[in-house]
């Protein structure tokens, strides 16, 4: 991580958990540019033998940064960050999250509720793979939306050279294990394989090299039949504990890896480091058949196993047939390339780029401009006649001179329900040209007045989300000079509050599609010129996921409340889809509608959907077919199983689930509600249900699916990424006032 970080071009400070006892390690990341390593123990900051315990690392870490702050500090181990979560490094923690529960009966309420802390006080979260990930967005959905990849990292020590090409020949086949030894790691096992590959005329030796065996309660006699198994085994060569690169010399200077472990294993959300490390040595591994092995290999790798009879069999043929294990070794080299330290600062620069982004000169002048017309304003209410109004302008332009000290543009963002600003309301406050302020209202006409009026007083630009009492209230105390920006959702606009807008104070209204601006218009009579369109974002990024097999196959629905949303609609295509392949399945990720009280209460929802669940128990082709998920904030993992995204709304403002449904590889389709084309391609537009259906069986039938959803991705990351509509964001607040 540290070389990785500043192979990113970040100034990097360690502070060592625990005393020096050999430069092994630390000496080559002293030697790097632009790292500082610290001890606390030599530097007398702790007088504690050992490692230092979760809460005095976390007093001596924010010690340190009070020296000078820090913008982000990587914090791995789950104590030590539950530690810092309360304290005054929340909110710039990256956290690397790999000791957690793997199951859910393993996660206790406790466990949850730590979590949940840590993801709140971090601003990103790192999780070495995508099945972790997945798993912890489901267990605790504060983690959706901050979790990122950051996989292992495997850097080979300068100077080790790789296996020479080609398989053995005319020697002893090397087996190699280096690690622990412990029952589930099936290392007695392991120490057979040289006297039963002899009897099927393979000749073979296995180099193992650790020296921590495993003392297991539940099988006392372990440590020592695996001790006598490594000192005498036939064609066992026991090298005892070595340094990792000497390990690593040793494993190179063999022919196959063993990382062939207890069906219990199969489950780990964690990836073997050092099977990325025999992989970039050149040195294939004989481990288990799971879906990410699968998906890193390939589900073709000639060397998974389940069994010891699986192992034999695989290193047999490998022993016999130089051609398998050359594409053993392809696929292996291939799987690491994804995992070296170029790659890993790949990562860190994109997620810095997001974190830190650059200064905008559009954004520090507006900044100087709001001041300006300020200080006019405040000398003219001060009745300070031209001097008074020379002397304020002069006090401005000191306050906005050159250089750092420029001030920020002050942005104020007030509103009940910032569900659908949230990202965009990170962005703004990570922009160091902008300083943001959040007047949070307790309901749609509930807030704090002075709170309000304090926002009113200091804000250069005022956004009101949703287009409610609170636009209503800004709009009658807006200052001289002061722009206020209101953005208007479907659920407004045909309420009383437009009604009571003062128009004439407010700069910009904003709609999220052309067909909802001009409808706007054309419902409020408001000019032009001050409704403008600026799209929904997508999240492109952590939305962008690797497929599950069988995913074209999968149609998906994200909410199916109210009755507009026209799950019957969907229901029909689906029906016609399993006339010719009940492989098609719909899944419906939604909250259900008696869940809503609003909805429930009205006999026509009631009706709709009585019929539309009755007619899903009943239809012998709908059997079997269609699945319900949970509502959460999982979609990102959820999507991951879904090919097809399914739009068949009476009406809609915008539909974000197609446009997140791309984002994720996943092909849209939609029934033509009023403004689709205007949002979405017409390729993706069909007229009625069987339409959708044809489409669908003709996209997966004629091999389409990846092309089309391919495309798919590339418009929505054009129109509608996080990326582009922050820079739209950014274009319309520092419009000149």
């Known amino acids: 991580m540290v070389q990785a970080l500043a192979r990113a071009g970040c100034a990097v400070t360690l502070l060592l958990k625990a005393p020096v006892r050999t430069g092994r390690l ?67 923690m990256w956290t690397y999250l790999t000791d957690v529960p793997q199951a859910a009966g393993e996660f206790s309420g406790s466990a949850k509720g730590e979590l949940r802390r840590i993801a709140d006080a971090s601003r990103v979260l790192l999780c070495q793979t995508e099945e972790l990930r997945g798993f912890l967005e489901a267990a605790v959905p504060a983690t959706a939306g901050k979790s990122v990849l950051f996989p292992p990292v495997v850097v080979l020590p300068e100077g080790l050279e790789t296996r020479p090409e080609g398989a053995p020949d005319g020697r002893a086949l090397r087996l190699v294990y280096t690690g622990k030894f412990a029952p589930r790691w099936n290392t007695y096992e392991m120490t057979s394989l040289p006297r039963l ?107 998974f196993a389940a069994t010891e009879t699986d192992v034999l069999d695989a290193l047999t043929l490998i022993g016999k047939n130089p051609d398998v294990f050359t594409l053993a070794v392809d696929r292996c080299r291939a799987a690491a390339a994804e995992f070296t330290l170029d790659a890993a600062a790949g990562r860190l620069r994109g997620w810095l780029t997001q974190t830190f982004p650059e200064p905008s000169a559009a ?105 409610g009492p609170n636009a209503i209230w800004f709009a009658q105390r807006k200052r001289p000079g002061q722009r206020l920006v209101v953005r208007l959702h479907r659920f407004e606009l045909y309420a009383r509050w437009p009604k009571h807008l003062d128009i004439e104070a407010v700069d910009e209204i904003i709609c ?155 092909v849209p389709v939609l029934l033509g509600w009023p403004g689709a084309d205007t949002i979405y391609d017409g390729r993706w537009i069909h007229a009625d249900p069987s339409a959708m259906a044809a489409s669908i069986s003709t996209t997966v039938s004629l091999g389409r699916w990846e092309q089309d959803r391919t495309l798919a991705r590339e418009q929505v990351r054009a129109a509608y990424g996080l990326d582009e509509v922050c820079r739209q964001w950014t274009d319309l607040l520092a419009a000149s006032v």
């Open 26 to 92: 630390v000496d080559p990341l002293r030697a790097l540019p632009g790292v500082t390593v610290r001890s606390p123990h030599a530097e007398r900051l702790v007088n504690v033998e050992g490692g230092m315990p979760p809460k005095l690392a976390a007093a001596i870490l924010a010690r340190v940064d009070e020296e000078d702050p820090f913008d982000l500090i990587v914090v791995r181990g789950r104590r030590l960050a539950g530690k810092l979560s309360a304290g005054p490094l929340a909110g710039r």
């Open 512 to 666: 999220v599609s052309p067909h909802y601006n001009a409808l706007t218009r054309e419902i409020t009579g408001w000019p032009a010129a001050k409704v403008v369109t600026v799209p929904n974002w997508v999240d492109d990024t952590q939305l962008d996921r690797p497929k599950l097999p069988g995913a074209q196959y999968h149609l998906g629905m994200i909410g199916i409340a109210p009755s507009r949303k026209r799950l019957d609609l969907a229901l029909d295509a689906l029906e016609e889809l399993r006339r010719d392949d009940p492989r098609f399945t719909l899944f419906v990720k939604t909250k259900l509608p008696w869940e809503y009280w609003w909805i429930w209460q009205k006999e026509d929802e009631r009706a709709h959907y009585e019929e539309v669940f009755r007619r899903i128990r009943r239809s012998p082709l709908l059997a079997g077919g269609v699945v319900f998920d949970s509502y959460g904030r999982d979609v990102a993992s959820w999507l991951r199983r879904i090919g097809f995204v399914l739009s068949t709304s009476d009406d809609e403002s915008f539909h974000l689930a197609p446009a997140e449904g791309m984002a994720s590889g996943a």
């Open 197 to 303: 590959l002899g009897m099927r005329g393979v000749d073979a030796e296995l180099h193992m090299v650790g020296d921590k065996i495993h003392d297991d309660p539940d099988d006392p006699g372990f440590s020592t039949r695996m001790r006598t198994a490594l000192e005498g085994g036939q064609g066992v060569v026991w090298h005892g504990g070595h340094p990792r690169a000497e390990a690593m010399r040793l494993t190179a200077g063999c022919d196959v890896g063993l990382s062939w472990r207890h069906p219990e294993m199969d489950a780990s959300l964690e990836l073997s480091t050092k099977v990325l490390e025999c992989g970039t040595l050149g040195v294939p591994v004989v481990l288990n058949r799971t879906p990410m092995h699968e998906r890193l290999f390939g589900a073709d790798y000639p060397l």
């Open 363 to 467: 954004v520090l002048d507006a900044a100087a401009e709001h001041e300006r017309v300020a200080a006019r304003h405040r000398a003219a209410a001060e009745g300070g006649g031209m001097g008074g109004l020379d002397d304020a302008l002069s006090g401005a332009a000191r306050a906005v001179g050159a250089g750092e000290g420029r001030r920020k543009l002050r942005i104020g963002v007030a509103g009940h329900d910032l569900k659908f600003f949230t990202r965009l309301l990170d962005y703004l406050q990570s922009r160091p040209d902008m300083e943001v302020r959040v007047d949070h209202w307790a309901a749609l006409k509930v807030h704090d007045e002075e709170r309000s009026q304090e926002l009113v007083d200091w804000a250069d630009v005022i956004v009101c989300e949703w287009c």
